[in-house]
């Protein structure tokens, strides 16, 4: 609840979870340490995860029937809400009225720098490397609500792929989360901080198979930073080779091997058994370890000097073209021009 700028909950009970996390049995277990219950409410699109290992229940809108369920089973005043991939959209009134502001969102990044989502591999394409552990009261706008506390530290050097960052954060979130529900049980009251409209920056949901095409005309550090954005746990970036499409993985910038010309980007130069080098339109060349086909095979014993990497226009036309929404049972491509 909310007094006088204040946040803060006197006789915290219960957490309702709306989303998941693949931290949710790490989080069950910390509200657990302070005797409190975890309750999770997911869509149904978000119940296929086989890993889910507690107790949940199944909603696929903020509805009235999801209201009466938490009016039915849970004090609102004694409730902590948290929103962990959430796909539901909460309006102005219910935050107010029905959730007593009790409703909160933990996030990633630095507000109101780095709204949105996909935000592992929009801070690779941009050269990120601050970390921040955020939790902000919900609002009705997206990543805009009044901040309640946050956490920043560098990323390690060795974070290069959005698995390397999602590791790091993990344990990040974790000690955050644990601190941030300790200082809660005891009563501290946390200064709120409002996020300036002056500020900040937007960055939609990303979809590796509509987003993760390769223009090969940028230049090599943007090639590199993108190929790495849709790395590991993503199935890869996509470009066509001997016309057919594969996803490039585990790739790295040399400048130690030739000097180029614009028209090599792409273009397979040397095969070196574990690796290929690939020509840019700089001064640098790209090796490359894995090249996977449409079964994620790795195909780089396959491939010839000679042979290029190409993306046709239309897939890059695609790419922008669309955006996509994860509503809450499915995935929706939209056109917006």
């Not at 780095?114 to 009705?140: A, P, T, Y």
Request: glycine share 4%.
């Amino acid at each position: 609840m909310i007094k006088d700028n204040l946040f803060f909950l006197p006789n915290i009970k219960n957490i309702i979870i709306f989303g998941y996390s693949d931290q949710i049995d790490e989080i069950n277990k910390i509200n657990n340490k302070f005797n409190i219950k975890t309750n999770l409410i997911i869509s149904s699109e978000q119940s296929k995860n086989k890993k889910i290992k507690i107790n949940y229940k199944i909603f696929d809108y903020f509805d009235k029937r999801l209201k009466d369920f938490i009016k039915k089973n849970f004090d609102i005043n004694s409730t902590l809400f948290i929103s962990l991939g959430c796909r539901y959209i909460f309006n102005k009134d219910d935050i107010k009225y029905f959730f007593n502001q009790n409703l909160i969102n933990f996030h990633g990044s630095r507000l109101p720098l780095d709204s949105g989502g996909g935000h592992w591999s929009w801070k690779i394409l941009r050269g990120e490397k601050i970390d921040n552990q955020l939790v902000h009261l919900i609002s009705e706008k997206i990543d805009n609500g009044p901040i309640i506390d946050f956490e920043s530290s560098i990323f390690p050097h060795r974070c290069k792929i959005p698995l390397d960052y999602d590791n790091y954060a993990k344990n990040k979130f974790l000690n955050f989360y644990e601190k941030f529900i300790k200082n809660l049980c005891n009563k501290k009251k946390f200064n709120l901080k409002f996020q300036p409209d002056y500020l900040g920056a937007y960055y939609p949901r990303l979809n590796t198979d509509l987003n993760g095409w390769i223009n090969w005309n940028l230049k090599s550090y943007q090639i590199e930073r993108f190929i790495n954005a849709f790395d590991d746990p993503y199935s890869g970036s996509l470009t066509y080779i001997r016309n057919k499409k594969v996803r490039l993985k585990k790739t790295y910038l040399s400048s130690s091997d030739v000097n180029n010309h614009p028209f090599m980007s792409g273009l397979i130069l040397r095969h070196d058994k574990n690796w290929i080098v690939v020509g840019s339109n700089d001064q640098n060349v790209f090796l490359i370890k894995e090249v996977l086909d449409e079964k994620g095979l790795n195909i780089l014993s396959k491939l010839k000097v000679g042979d290029r990497f190409y993306t046709p226009i239309k897939k890059l036309d695609d790419s922008k073209k669309y955006r996509v929404y994860y509503k809450s049972n499915k995935l929706v491509k939209k056109k917006i021009f």
